[in-house]
């Protein structure tokens, strides 16, 4: 394996580290630019007391306040 392999891969295992580290602290919820959501992290779901099943596809407004929509 070659040097500059070597770091990517090195670079790589960082970053998915950190990626993991981030999704076991943090409440994470994706949607689109439509505000579609397309997925959500185990601590998002607990937080708001839903499933994925049950809020993927809908539009995120339904975790804001009426006032701000």
Not at 16 to 23: K, P, S, T, Y
Request: glycine residues 6%; contains cysteine.
């Amino acid at each position: 394996m070659q040097k500059s392999e070597l770091m990517n891969d090195l670079n790589h295992e960082e970053f998915q580290g950190l990626v993991n580290a981030i999704d076991k602290s943090q409440a994470i919820i994706v949607f689109n630019l439509e505000g579609t959501i397309l997925s959500a992290n185990e601590n998002f779901l607990k937080t708001v007391g839903y499933s994925l099943d049950e809020i993927k596809g809908k539009h995120h407004r339904m975790f804001c306040d009426p006032a701000y929509v």
